[in-house]
C-alpha cells in the first residue's frame, strides 16, 4: 500500500515567482530553480549541497537541467540568454551568456543524448546545436494562436517525438501537439475532449512511457481525466477518461506508471473546512491509496506547483518547498480496491468515483417486460382472477426462464399477489400462481411474503410447487409445511401406526399421495443447524408418524427414486436430536425405537460388506493397470508414437 | 454371504490372473505396410514409462587395487563389481537377500568380505557370484578392515569390541578380542605396520596396540552440543601415526597418533563426515559426508626452511551428489563416490593446476553413472506383445496397449485404444533376489532363477491359466542367464557353474537335453539364432563360444578381444553375430565362414568415430530389424542407435551426436551420409525390442522424474533470500 511519510522542509524561496525542479545528475539531488538561484539540494540529508546566484536584472527564466553530454548544468536567463555552467564554477556572474535569436520556453534534459531546448514558438533543437549557432531562427511549429503549456519527449527506437500541451487563446480549445524532432513542419493537433462543456484543463503532467505517452489532467469542474497518446496515432480528438472529481483547487503529477499525486485535496470534516490533503492514486481504478493532511496556514495558501523524484513529492506553498518522502508498491488489484474499504481514508476526501464509463448498458427490451410487468400489477386494469391471469400469460410469454432478471420479475409478481390477497380476500389466482411458480427457479427468498400468505391460507398445492421448484425455501416454511401435510391425515395416520406397531410388520404409515408430498418435503436442500430449531415446534404424534414413515423408507431398498439414503438418515438424525428426551420417555416410541435400531444395524452390517469388496477390488484395481498406482504421474507413462530412427 | 477372511487370502494369492486382462482384441491389432517401414525408417514405438524399478542407495565402496576391481554395496544388499580395466565396466552382480543388510565391504588379495548388523564375515564366490560362506561371531558389526599384510581382518562391533579373525586361504577363524570398551566402534583403521588399530566411537578415538589388545592412547572430543553424542564416523592413520577424524559434528581433526593431540582441525563440513579416504602417497586427505561437497585437504610445507608440514584445506568438490554421500574410495586416478542419490560418482584424484590439463582430467575422471543394471531387468515376448519386469522379488507380465491408427508422420502420438494392462504378478516364495528372468517370444513360457534353483512356470493365454512346472530336472543349476528358443521349445540356461543347458520345455515333465563343457568363467551373455540352432555364450573374460544346440557341440569360439563383452545378438537374416564390447568396439562375426563380417573388417580398417568411443555408457542391447537386414539397433542408457549397415561409415568430420535442437529437427535424416543415426530422445532407456506381428518397437524408459521423487529430501542448502 502506497504511503506518504511527514514533511521535511526544504528551502524557502522568493515569495512570488518561478520555481521549477530537476533531477541532478546523483539520484538523490534535485535542481530547484527560482527566479535568483539555483540551487542543488540532497533530499535525504534535508540540506542544500550548493547554490549559484545571478544578478537581479538577469532573472532565470527555464529551469536548470544537467546535460548528461556535456557534463555542465545549463540555464536561461531573461528567455533568450542561455548559460552554462561547470559543477567547479564559483560564481555565475561572471559565467557569459548565449545570446539566442528566439525565447526559450524550457530545456529538456535525455538521458543519453544532448539537451533539448523547447522554444516558444514549438520549435525543438539540440543544445549542442544551439550552442554552435546561437542565432538561427528556428521555424515555429505550433500554429500562432495556441500558447504553450507543457511539453514532454517520447522516444521510440531512433524516432523522437515532442508532445506539446498548448492552449488556444482565442478559443479556450486546449490541444496536444505532436511533432517529430528535426522536422520544421506543423505537428499533428490532437484536440482534447472536454468532459463537460465549460470546463478546461487547470492543471496537467505528463508520463513518457515506452511506446505511449500518458496525460493527465485536472478541469476547472473538478473531473480528473487521464488520456493516453500513442506513439503512433492517427486520431485528432484525444478522449479524456474521467477517473474522479476532487472539488477544490489542486495539483497533479505522476508517481510512475501506476500512481498519481494530487495536492490540495480538501476534506470531509465540516470542523476543519480549510484542511487540505496530499493524495496518492491508483490510475487504473482512480482509487485511493494514500493521504497526508497538509498543514494548516493562516492564509488560505494555495498549492502552486508539485513535483515528484522516485521517492520524494515537493510541493510548493508559497515560499515553502516541502518535501513528503512516499512509497508506491507494485500495483495490483487487491491493492487498488482493498485500500477502498478503509472507510477513514475514504470518507475524509471529499472523492465521488466516477462510474459512468464502467456503466453496464440497458438491455433493449427491458422496458417492454417492465410494462408489461406493471399492466400485471395494476389493480385497475385487472380487477378480476381472469384479467390478471391473462396479463401474466402475456407477461410469461415474453420472458425467459433461464434468464435471471426475468425471475425477479416474477418474485415481484408473487409480492404483489401476497399484498393484494391481504387486502382482497377473494382475489386467489391460484392457477396462475401455480403457472407462475413452474416457470422458473424463483428464489424463495425474494417473496417470503408470498409463502407466508400461502402457509397461512395453508394450500398444499402451492405449496408442493414452491418446494418442488424453489431453490432456497426457509427451514421454517420446509417445517410448516410438513405440519400442515401431517395435520391434514392426522386421523388416518394414527390409526395405521397403531395397527403397524401391532402388526410388527413394516407397512407404509402414508397414503400415496401424503407419502408423495412427504417426499418432495424430505428431498428439499436445508441447513441442520436451523432445521434443528424449526423441527421442534412439531409435536411428539407428527414426529412419531415421521420416524414411523422414515423407518419404512430405511427397511424397503427401492426408495432410489423417490427418498435418497442420505437423506432419510440426515431427517432421523434430525428429528432424534430435536425430540430426543421426549422420544425417550414416550412409551409409545419404544417400540419403534427398537425397530429402527434394528434396521440401522442391518444397514451397518451391510456397509461393513460394502468395504470389505472395497478392500478386495483395490488391490485388484492398483495391480492390473498402472492408473491405479499413483495418479499423479500417470500422464505419459505410456504412449504409441511414430519415431523416425534413421 | 459375509466375506471372510479366507476368501480374502485367496484373492490375495501370489500369482493373480486377471480375466478381463486377456481379453485381448486380435481384429484391434494394427496392421502397418512393411515395405513402407523398411524404406523411410519410420517406426511405431510403444513408449513404456511404468517399470517400476526402485534404485538402492550405495552403502559402502571397496577397490581392489591388484585386480583393478569396485565392489559397490547397495541398500538393498546386493554387491556390484565394475572392472575398472574395461573402462568401469558393471562386470557382475552377487544379488541380495531380504535378510542382508551390509555395512562394510573389503577386499583382501582378490578375496571379497563383507559385514553387517548380522553380525556374520561372509566370503564371496565370484565365480557363482554367491555367498560362499559366513562366520558369525558376536554382535553387530560397523566396520571392517584387512590388515596390509592380508593376514588378519579386524571387526569393530556394537558391543565395543574390535575382534580379529585370522585369514586363511580356505576359510575366515576367530583369532581374538581386543580390550572391550563401553562404546560401540564405529570405525576402525590399520596402521601401516599392521601393530596399531586405530578406532572411533562415540566422543573419542582409541589407539590400540594389536599385540597386547589394549588401548594405548585415548582421545576424546569435544561436543557441539551437550546433549548430543559425537560419533567418529570415519578415522585413518597415516604412516607417521597422523590419525585423521571425521565426526558427526562436520569436523575434520588431524591428531598426532603418539601423544594424542589435535593437529589442525577443520569444520569442513554442515552435517556428519560419513567417509573418509587417503591418498597412497598420503599427501591428500577427503572428507565427504551428510553434506554431499567432497574436501579435499593437502599436506604443505609451510615452513621452507625446517620444512615443517601442516594439512591445509585445498578443493571443494561439488560435482555430481546431491545426496548423501554414504561412501567413498580412491581407484588408481579416480575418487569414486556414492550414497543416497544411488549415483556412482568419480573425481579426478589429483587436479594439475594449469587450465588446459585440469580441463582434460575433468573430461577424463569426472563421470556419473546411473544405477541401472548393466544387465536388462526386462524382457518381451514380441509375438504376444507381453512385457516381463524382473523386480528384486518379483516378476511383472503386462500387456502392452494398441492403436487402431496407423501413421507414417514423424513424432505423431497415436491414440491408444487398448491401454496396457497387468496381466500377471509372480512373487517368490524365498528370501533371495531374482538373478535372471526370461519370458518365451510366443508368451507361453516364463523362467527365473535366484541363487537357489530355477522355476518355470507355462502361461497358457486362452484361457488364462498360469501353471508352475514342479517337476524340474534336479541337475538343473541355478542361472545367471535364461534365454528360450524362439520357437519356445528349450530353454537354454546360462549357470552359476559357468555351463550351459539345455532344457527341453513340457508342462508336465520337462527334460534335461544337454548340460555342454564348463566356460573358464562366468556366463554374462546368452544369445540365440532365430532358427534356434546356434547358442552364443558369452564369459566375463571376453570368451565367446557359439554352440551348435542340435549336435550338443562347440560350433566355434570367436577370436578373443582383450575387453569385456556388454551385448551380443544374432541376426535374423545372416549366420551374423554382433557384439558390443566395453570398450565401445564393436564386432560382427559370420558363425559360417567363421570370420568377421566384410562390415565389420571395414568398420575397424576405418575406425570406430571417436564421438563413439568417448562414449560411457555401455551398450546394453543389440537387436536386428526384423524386416532390414541391414539395419542394427543398439542401445545404452542414454542413446539409441540405429546402424545402416548399406549406408558408409562415419568420418572424423561427421557429426555423431546431436548438440542442439536445430539438430534434433533436421528435416531429412536420411541424407547425413553415414551409417550411425544416433537418438538421444529416449533417455534413460532400459529396453528395446522389435514387436514381431506389426514391426513396431517397444522402448522401456525410466522417467527421471519418478527417480528423483523416489529420494530422500536433501540437506537443506541455505539460499540468499530465502
Request: glycine share 4%; with cysteine.
Amino acid at each position: 500500500m502506497a504511503r506518504i511519510e511527514n514533511a521535511v522542509e526544504i528551502t524557502v524561496c522568493e515569495d512570488s515567482g518561478f520555481v521549477a525542479y530537476e533531477r541532478d545528475l546523483e539520484k538523490d539531488n534535485i535542481i530547484i530553480t527560482d527566479t535568483k538561484r539555483v540551487s542543488i539540494y540532497c533530499l535525504t540529508d534535508h540540506k542544500c549541497i550548493q547554490s549559484w546566484f545571478v544578478r537581479q536584472n538577469s532573472p532565470f527564466t527555464s529551469q536548470a537541467v544537467y546535460d548528461v553530454e556535456s557534463q555542465s548544468y545549463v540555464a536561461v536567463k531573461k528567455n533568450k540568454n542561455l548559460i552554462k555552467w561547470f559543477k567547479e564554477t564559483t560564481d555565475l556572474t561572471k559565467v557569459k551568456p548565449v545570446v539566442l535569436s528566439t525565447a526559450v520556453c524550457c530545456l529538456l534534459p535525455q538521458v543519453n543524448s544532448s539537451t533539448l531546448v523547447v522554444f516558444e514558438n514549438g520549435a525543438v533543437a539540440e543544445l549542442e546545436q544551439v550552442l554552435i549557432e546561437p542565432k538561427q531562427v528556428h521555424q515555429s511549429t505550433l500554429p500562432d494562436v495556441f500558447e504553450l503549456k507543457d511539453v514532454t519527449v517520447c522516444c521510440q527506437g531512433n524516432q523522437i517525438k515532442v508532445y506539446f500541451l498548448a492552449q488556444n487563446t482565442k478559443d479556450t480549445v486546449w490541444s496536444v501537439f505532436i511533432s517529430e524532432h528535426g522536422s520544421e513542419s506543423l505537428g499533428q493537433q490532437i484536440a482534447l475532449q472536454n468532459p463537460d462543456k465549460d470546463a478546461s484543463p487547470v492543471h496537467y503532467s505528463f508520463l513518457t512511457l515506452e511506446g505511449s505517452v500518458r496525460l493527465i489532467t485536472i478541469w476547472s469542474n473538478g473531473d480528473v481525466c487521464l488520456s493516453v497518446i500513442p506513439f503512433f496515432t492517427t486520431e485528432d480528438h484525444l478522449k479524456c477518461r474521467p477517473l474522479l472529481t476532487v472539488k477544490s483547487h489542486t495539483a497533479v503529477t505522476w508517481l510512475g506508471e501506476n500512481y498519481f499525486a494530487i495536492a490540495g485535496v480538501k476534506g470531509l470534516d465540516k470542523n476543519k473546512p480549510d484542511t487540505r490533503f496530499l493524495t496518492i492514486w491508483d490510475s487504473k481504478f482512480g482509487s485511493l491509496q494514500a493521504k497526508r493532511e497538509l498543514p494548516v496556514t493562516r492564509r488560505d495558501t494555495q498549492i502552486t506547483s508539485i513535483y515528484a523524484t522516485e521517492e520524494s513529492i515537493l510541493l510548493r506553498r508559497d515560499a515553502l518547498i516541502v518535501a513528503y518522502k512516499f512509497t508506491c508498491p507494485e500495483a495490483s488489484l487487491a491493492s487498488a480496491l482493498g485500500c477502498l474499504r478503509n472507510q477513514e481514508i475514504q470518507n475524509s476526501v471529499t472523492v465521488q468515483a466516477n462510474w459512468k464509463p464502467h456503466a453496464m448498458k440497458a438491455v433493449e427490451n427491458i422496458t417492454m417486460k417492465e410494462n408489461l410487468l406493471k399492466e400485471a400489477m395494476n389493480k385497475d386494469k385487472c380487477p378480476t382472477e381472469e384479467k390478471f391471469a391473462c396479463a401474466c400469460k402475456n407477461l410469461l410469454g415474453h420472458l425467459n426462464a433461464e434468464k435471471f432478471p426475468d425471475s425477479c420479475y416474477l418474485a415481484s409478481l408473487l409480492q404483489f399477489v401476497a399484498n393484494r390477497c391481504t387486502e382482497e380476500k377473494q382475489f386467489w389466482p391460484k392457477q396462475t400462481l401455480l403457472e407462475i411458480i413452474e416457470f422458473c427457479n424463483i428464489s424463495a427468498s425474494s417473496c417470503k411474503e408470498f409463502l407466508n400468505v400461502v402457509l397461512e391460507k395453508e394450500e398444499t398445492e402451492i405449496l408442493t410447487g414452491c418446494l418442488k421448484n424453489m431453490s432456497d425455501v426457509p427451514e421454517k416454511v420446509i417445517v410448516k409445511t410438513l405440519q400442515i401435510y401431517l395435520r391434514n391425515n392426522k386421523d388416518k395416520c394414527s390409526v395405521e401406526l397403531m395397527d403397524s406397531s401391532e402388526e410388527g410388520t413394516i407397512c407404509n404409515p402414508f397414503s400415496q399421495d401424503l407419502a408423495e408430498a412427504v417426499n418432495n418435503v424430505l428431498n428439499c436442500t436445508f441447513n441442520d443447524v436451523f432445521m434443528l430449531e424449526h423441527l421442534k415446534i412439531l409435536n411428539l404424534e407428527d414426529v412419531l408418524v415421521l420416524v414411523q414413515y422414515l423407518y419404512f423408507l430405511i427397511s424397503i431398498f427401492d426408495h432410489s427414486d423417490e427418498v435418497k439414503v442420505e437423506m432419510v438418515i440426515d431427517w432421523l438424525c434430525l428429528l432424534l436430536d430435536s425430540h430426543y428426551s421426549a422420544l425417550v420417555i414416550s412409551n409409545k416410541a419404544k417400540t419403534l425405537l427398537v425397530k429402527l435400531h434394528i434396521a440401522v444395524e442391518k444397514q451397518v452390517q451391510f456397509s461393513r460388506q460394502l468395504q470389505s469388496l472395497q478392500g478386495l477390488l483395490y488391490p485388484v484395481l492398483n495391480s492390473t493397470s498402472f492408473t491405479g498406482q499413483n495418479s499423479k504421474h500417470n500422464n505419459g507413462l505410456y504412449s504409441i508414437e511414430v519415431v523416425k530412427l534413421f | 454371504m459375509p466375506l471372510n477372511q479366507e476368501r480374502r487370502k485367496r484373492g490375495r494369492k501370489k500369482a493373480k490372473i486377471e480375466e478381463e486382462a486377456m481379453a485381448v482384441d486380435e481384429s484391434t491389432t494394427t496392421e502397418l505396410k512393411r515395405d513402407d517401414k523398411k524404406e523411410d525408417g519410420t517406426y511405431t514405438v510403444h513408449r513404456v514409462k511404468f517399470f517400476n524399478y526402485q534404485p538402492n542407495a550405495i552403502h559402502c565402496l571397496a577397490y581392489d587395487e591388484n585386480r583393478e576391481r569396485l565392489a559397490v554395496v547397495r541398500s538393498d544388499g546386493s554387491i556390484e563389481i565394475w572392472n575398472l580395466k574395461h573402462n568401469f565396466n558393471q562386470e557382475r552382480i552377487i544379488t541380495g537377500s531380504q535378510t542382508s543388510k551390509l555395512d562394510s565391504v573389503a577386499w583382501v588379495n582378490g578375496r571379497l568380505f563383507t559385514t553387517g548388523f548380522q553380525g556374520d564375515i561372509t566370503e564371496y564366490d565370484l565365480v557363482k557370484n554367491t555367498a560362499k560362506y559366513s562366520v558369525l561371531y558376536g554382535n553387530a558389526s560397523w566396520c571392517l578392515a584387512p590388515n596390509h599384510s592380508g593376514t588378519l581382518l579386524a571387526t569393530g562391533s556394537d558391543d565395543g569390541c574390535v575382534r580379529l579373525f585370522d585369514l586363511t586361504t580356505e576359510k575366515v577363524s576367530y583369532d581374538r578380542t581386543m580390550n572391550p570398551q563401553a562404546q560401540r566402534i564405529v570405525s576402525l583403521a590399520w596402521h601401516k605396520s599392521d601393530e596399531t588399530i586405530v578406532t572411533g566411537s562415540i566422543d573419542n578415538i582409541k589407539v590400540w596396540n594389536v599385540a597386547t589388545g589394549a588401548a594405548v592412547q585415548r582421545i576424546t572430543l569435544q561436543r557441539a552440543f551437550k546433549k548430543r553424542e559425537n560419533i567418529v564416523w570415519c578415522v585413518a592413520i597415516l604412516t607417521d601415526y597422523t590419525i585423521v577424524s571425521g565426526d558427526s559434528t562436520g569436523r575434520t581433526i588431524f591428531w598426532d597418533g603418539r601423544v594424542g593431540t589435535m593437529l589442525k582441525g577443520y569444520t569442513s563440513h554442515r552435517m556428519d563426515i560419513l567417509s573418509l579416504c587417503v591418498t597412497k602417497d598420503e599427501k591428500s586427505v577427503f572428507t565427504t559426508g551428510v553434506d554431499p561437497t567432497i574436501v579435499q585437504f593437502s599436506l604443505s610445507v609451510t615452513d621452507g626452511l625446517d620444512g615443517a608440514r601442516s594439512w591445509v584445506r585445498s578443493r571443494h568438490i561439488t560435482h555430481g551428489h546431491t545426496h548423501d554421500v554414504r561412501a567413498m574410495v580412491i581407484a588408481g586416478n579416480f575418487l569414486v563416490s556414492g550414497g543416497l542419490d544411488t549415483n556412482l560418482v568419480t573425481n579426478p584424484v589429483d587436479v594439475s593446476p594449469g587450465q588446459p590439463q585440469m580441463r582434460t582430467q575433468m573430461e577424463q575422471y569426472k563421470r556419473v553413472y546411473p544405477p541401472f543394471p548393466q544387465k536388462s531387468l526386462i524382457d518381451c515376448a514380441g509375438r504376444a506383445k507381453l512385457l516381463l519386469f524382473q523386480y528384486p522379488y518379483h516378476l511383472e507380465v503386462w500387456k502392452l496397449g494398441s492403436t487402431s491408427i496407423t501413421s507414417n508422420k514423424d513424432g505423431e502420438s497415436l491414440p491408444v485404444s487398448e491401454r496396457p494392462i497387468k496381466i500377471l504378478d509372480i512373487q517368490t516364495k524365498g528370501v533371495e533376489q531374482i538373478v535372471c528372468s526370461s519370458i518365451s517370444k510366443d508368451g507361453s513360457w516364463i523362467a527365473y532363477s535366484d541363487v537357489d534353483k530355477v522355476k518355470l512356470f507355462h502361461l497358457s493365454l486362452d484361457p488364462p491359466v498360469l501353471q508352475k512346472v514342479a517337476c524340474l530336472p534336479t541337475q538343473l543349476c541355478p542361472a545367471h542367464n535364461l534365454l528360450f528358443s524362439p520357437d519356445s521349445s528349450k530353454l537354454f540356461s546360462a549357470t552359476s557353474s559357468c555351463s550351459v543347458q539345455i532344457l527341453l520345455l513340457d508342462a508336465i515333465q520337462p527334460s534335461l537335453q544337454h548340460t555342454f563343457h564348463a566356460m573358464d568363467n562366468s556366463i554374462v551373455l546368452l544369445g540365440v539364432d532365430s532358427a534356434g540352432k546356434f547358442v552364443a555364450a558369452a564369459d566375463v573374460e571376453g570368451t565367446i563360444i557359439v554352440y551348435n544346440v542340435s549336435k550338443f557341440k562347440v560350433h566355434c569360439r570367436l577370436p578373443r578381444y582383450d575387453s569385456q563383452p556388454t551385448a551380443l545378438a544374432f541376426s535374423s537374416h545372416a549366420p551374423e553375430l554382433f557384439i558390443a564390447y566395453a570398450d565401445q568396439m564393436l564386432y560382427e562375426y559370420n558363425i559360417e565362414q567363421k570370420s568377421y563380417s566384410h562390415w565389420s573388417r571395414s568398420l575397424h580398417k576405418c575406425k570406430l568415430h571417436h564421438a563413439w568411443l568417448r562414449r560411457r555408457s555401455k551398450v546394453t542391447r543389440v537387436v536386428y530389424s526384423a524386416t532390414n537386414p541391414d539395419i542394427v539397433f543398439l542401445h545404452d542408457v542414454n542413446m539409441l542407435c540405429t546402424i545402416d549397415k548399406s549406408k558408409p561409415l562415419p568420418k572424423a568430420h561427421h557429426q555423431l551426436f546431436k548438440k542442439n535442437l536445430q539438430d534434433f529437427k533436421g528435416q531429412d535424416m536420411g541424407v547425413q551420409g553415414h551409417s550411425f543415426f544416433t537418438n538421444q530422445q529416449f533417455k534413460p532407456l532400459l529396453f528395446l525390442d522389435y514387436l514381431d506381428d506389426d514391426n513396431s518397437l517397444v522402448m522401456v524408459e525410466y522417467p527421471l522424474q519418478r527417480f528423483i521423487e523416489n529420494l530422500p529430501p536433501t540437506l537443506k542448502q541455505k539460499k540468499f533470500g530465502t
